[in-house]
């Protein structure tokens, strides 16, 4: 008989779940690339050009234009997927969250062990002093906010263009290399170098995917579920134990 994902969790003590936005899309935060998704809505600029490095430079203004409307959803709450990882963790079966979000939602559902690839919009610092100032801060300033000093404020997430945290990066390669199930969640795994960190998983590590759309991996994973994270994570027991 075919193992289903709760017989893999039952199975397992070193648990790694690597998300993507589809994590994060069942607590109404929009994700980039589905029909709904960022990159297929109009704006004067593409996405991928005002989320990047040199456009933060040089029109900012514009960029925090963009980035409080879209990508400060402050109000969010974190989903029966953040819970369930949350109460996996403190179960003692799930030894990190990898995720590709910036919204913070796996550390307010209680995850301790989270590897933020690409930042948080909860982390904010002036580029002259390195004050910290928090999401509320800059979704309240007007125009480009600016610290006391005179320094201009950037988010604490990485843009195109920028290169991904070294700590960071080592943190997850590292607990994805000890993992004996690694369960890929919400990501179409076309994110580079993000989605490349799935390689370093052991030949006796599991993988799970469950996404609503093919991937890559597909082909060589040992379950493969296209429905939503929800009704997945919904139904299992995060102790191990059958219910």
């Given at each position: 008989m075919?193992?289903t994902f709760?017989?893999?969790i039952?199975?397992s003590?070193?648990i790694?779940?690597?998300?993507?936005?589809?994590?994060?899309?069942?607590s109404?935060i929009?994700?980039?690339?589905?029909?709904?998704g960022l990159y297929?809505q109009?704006y004067k600029?593409?996405?991928?050009t005002?989320?990047?490095?040199?456009f933060f430079?040089?029109?900012?203004e514009?960029?925090?234009?963009?980035?409080r409307?879209?990508?400060?959803c402050?109000d969010?709450?974190?989903?029966?997927?953040?819970?369930?990882?949350?109460e996996m963790e403190?179960?003692?079966?799930?030894?990190?969250?990898?995720?590709q979000?910036?919204?913070?939602?796996h550390?307010?559902?209680g995850?301790?062990?989270?590897?933020e690839?690409h930042?948080?919009?909860?982390r904010?610092?002036?580029?002259k002093?390195g004050?910290?100032?928090?999401a509320e801060?800059?979704?309240?300033?007007k125009d480009?906010?600016g610290?006391?000093?005179?320094?201009?404020i950037?988010?604490?997430v990485?843009?195109?263009?920028?290169g991904l945290?070294?700590?960071?990066?080592?943190?997850?390669?590292?607990a994805?290399e000890n993992?004996d199930?690694?369960?890929?969640?919400g990501?179409?795994?076309?994110?580079y170098p993000a989605?490349?960190?799935?390689q370093?998983k052991?030949r006796?590590?599991k993988?799970?995917l469950?996404?609503?759309?093919?991937?890559?991996?597909?082909?060589?994973?040992?379950?493969v579920?296209h429905e939503s994270?929800?009704?997945?994570?919904g139904e299992?027991n995060?102790n191990g134990?059958?219910?």
């Amino acid at each position: 008989m075919a193992k289903t994902f709760q017989d893999y969790i039952n199975e397992s003590t070193n648990i790694v779940f690597f998300g993507g936005a589809g994590v994060s899309t069942e607590s109404g935060i929009p994700d980039f690339r589905s029909v709904d998704g960022l990159y297929n809505q109009k704006y004067k600029f593409p996405p991928e050009t005002i989320l990047s490095h040199d456009f933060f430079m040089s029109e900012t203004e514009e960029f925090y234009r963009f980035y409080r409307e879209k990508m400060l959803c402050l109000d969010a709450k974190p989903n029966i997927t953040h819970l369930k990882l949350a109460e996996m963790e403190k179960s003692g079966r799930l030894k990190a969250v990898i995720t590709q979000n910036i919204d913070g939602l796996h550390q307010a559902a209680g995850s301790k062990t989270v590897y933020e690839l690409h930042g948080s919009v909860l982390r904010n610092y002036c580029m002259k002093c390195g004050k910290f100032y928090n999401a509320e801060f800059i979704l309240h300033s007007k125009d480009i906010p600016g610290c006391e000093c005179g320094g201009i404020i950037k988010p604490d997430v990485v843009l195109y263009q920028e290169g991904l945290d070294d700590s960071v990066i080592n943190g997850s390669v590292n607990a994805i290399e000890n993992a004996d199930l690694l369960i890929v969640g919400g990501t179409s795994l076309n994110v580079y170098p993000a989605a490349g960190l799935i390689q370093y998983k052991s030949r006796n590590c599991k993988l799970v995917l469950i996404n609503k759309s093919n991937t890559p991996a597909d082909s060589y994973a040992d379950l493969v579920l296209h429905e939503s994270l929800g009704s997945v994570f919904g139904e299992i027991n995060t102790n191990g134990g059958k219910q």
